[in-house]
């Protein structure tokens, strides 16, 4: 266990919530209602703010490592696609308001297991980070699974984009439990979340929720490769996007 591998474990985690952050952004002024438009946005809201502190201990980390001083603005902007360790679920496109929600969904229940173990690490920095986190999660969960269940068990319309945004995204759910090198090497000593045990917890919520929606669980496919920095293309217009005027004007400020 090295500091390396607390670096690579925070950055994975500020990558995961500042990518799911932004792909949420991308609805603000295009909701269904209004509602559930400041809804989302307050969620997409809550997840940069956590890849905020993330980042920032992050950085703290690498110039205590003897590196180059760096901010959480270089770390979100400056790097390229493959140097993110996000998992390839939360770069997702957004696809239509059901899948969405159901990308959502399948990380919130994640995050609220994960966030509830996290809160216990013998690093006192991420433990803080969870704590405050676990409390935007819980709201986070309930959301999204009363839209997936309302979507779900709905209309023939809405059910049968629930089923068609259950088949594209369920494959990649399973690398959110297949732990990297970096967590791996943490989890003994008690830092990291050992994914094995909330993995249970997780298929649990899940499967309840996807009973109630009348959905069918699909089978157990599975890609990954987004902790190493293997990225589907979704990742790179992405990144496009959103570090285009940070590297067009490099050092601007607001």
Known sequence: MTVQHTIDYTL???D???VLGHRNSEWTGHGPILEQ???LSNIALDLIGQARYLYQYAARLMTMQGGPE????V???????????????????????????????????YQYFFYRELQHSRDAELSAIAEKALKEVTYHLRWSSEWVIRLGDGTE????RMEKALDQLWMYTGELFQPAGFEQALAPGGI???LGEIK???????GEVLKEATLTTPGSMMQQGGKQGKHTEHLGYLLAEMQFLQRAYPGNEW
């Open 12 to 14: 994975h985690l500020a």
């Open 16 to 18: 995961n919530a500042l």
């Open 37 to 39: 438009d400041i809804a």
């Open 70 to 73: 760096v901010t959480e603005d």
């Open 75 to 109: 770390l979100a902007y400056l790097r390229d696609s493959w140097d993110y360790r996000n998992c390839l679920l939360v770069e997702q496109a957004n696809g239509d308001w059901g899948k969405t929600v159901l990308r959502q969904f399948f990380f919130s229940a």
């Open 157 to 160: 319309e809405s059910h049968a």
């Open 192 to 194: 990291a979340v050992d």
């Open 200 to 206: 249970p917890l997780w298929e649990l919520r899940v």
